[in-house]
């Protein structure tokens, strides 16, 4: 094993005190022929979040780097901050209130990338679990899944949630964070994927095993949320990529059904006519 740190895990946390050390003790459990680093954004957490992750800090000081700040910076600056502090060749994302499951993780990701120069993020399979982390869904037959730019742009993007990804730490990528609009955006791992992918001209391998945990609860920013509120983000951040990222004629067209299918009829109900009017005229 060299000095190099091959990954670096990066755990945004805020408010994850029935959760964050069970994510914690699964990122030491990994077993690896490489060095690898925990790098934790407590966003000024209310609870016991930081206690705990203090704890953590004095058994592994080798390990484990807390990233702070005096007062709550949001989610977007908390991961600015965090992938900032971040050495490894490779980034692994995992939020406080998820999990991994498997001990061979970052090895079998690690492993897949370095074979694989055409491949810029490797993700798996995830199971979604509740509050006491009784499953909710996981999929029957997992099989191996390839997403190019243009699937995620299209809204593919099947099992590749934030706990899964694995990426090149390449400076091309964190290029996204200097854009303002970015901070707009609700469902950043949507657009941090398709930056990636657009920027490097690579694809997403999906591995096909399960190996994390999703967590749906009701302190969780996006899964909980009240389904019209949710909707609207999705509209919000469909706007900001159409406006944001590059496709041809043929995919504008494909995109335009795309909103007409998904969101055209809930901004109609809600009496949203120029929001509507506007990205459709956009797309013509």
Same mark, same amino acid.
């Given at each position: 094993m060299n000095d190099e740190i091959m990954v670096s895990i990066c755990c945004l946390t805020y408010n994850h005190e029935k959760f964050i050390a069970q994510a914690i003790d699964n990122f030491l459990l990994q077993q690896t022929n490489f060095r690898f680093e925990i790098i934790i954004g407590d966003d000024c957490s209310t609870d016991n979040t930081s206690n705990i992750v203090k704890l953590f800090l004095s058994k592994y000081p080798d390990k484990i780097k807390v990233v702070s700040a005096a007062g709550n910076k949001g989610i977007h600056q908390n991961l600015i901050s965090c992938i900032n502090t971040c050495k490894g060749r490779y980034i692994a994302l995992c939020e406080g209130d998820d999990y991994w499951t498997d001990k061979l993780?970052?090895?079998?990701? $690690?492993?897949?990338?370095? =074979?694989?120069?055409? &491949? !810029?993020?490797?993700?798996?399979?995830?199971? $979604?679990?509740?509050?006491? =982390?009784?499953?909710? &869904? !996981?999929?029957?037959?997992?099989?191996?899944? $390839?997403?190019?730019?243009?699937d995620l742009l299209a809204g593919k993007q099947e099992e590749t949630k934030t706990a899964s990804v694995l990426y090149r730490n390449i400076p091309k990528i964190h290029q996204l964070?200097?854009?303002?609009?970015?901070?707009?955006?609700?469902?950043?791992?949507k657009i941090f994927k398709l930056f990636a992918t657009l920027h490097t001209d690579s694809k997403i391998y999906v591995i096909p095993e399960v190996m994390s945990c999703y967590r749906n609860h009701e302190g969780g920013v996006w899964s909980m949320i009240n389904a019209k509120i949710r909707m609207e983000r999705m509209i919000s951040d469909f706007n900001l990529i159409i406006k944001h990222f590059t496709y041809p004629a043929l995919q504008k067209k494909k995109l335009l059904l795309l909103y007409i299918r998904r969101y055209l009829l809930f901004e109609l109900r809600n009496k949203q006519l120029r929001k509507a009017y506007d990205t459709v005229k956009y797309l013509l």
């Open positions: 993780k970052l090895q079998k990701q $690690v492993d897949f990338l370095e =074979n694989n120069q055409d &491949y !810029v993020i490797c993700c798996h399979y995830t199971r $979604v679990v509740d509050a006491s =982390n009784h499953t909710l &869904y !996981v999929h029957p037959k997992p099989t191996p899944l $390839v997403h190019t730019y243009f964070f200097a854009n303002p609009w970015f901070f707009s955006c609700y469902a950043g791992d």
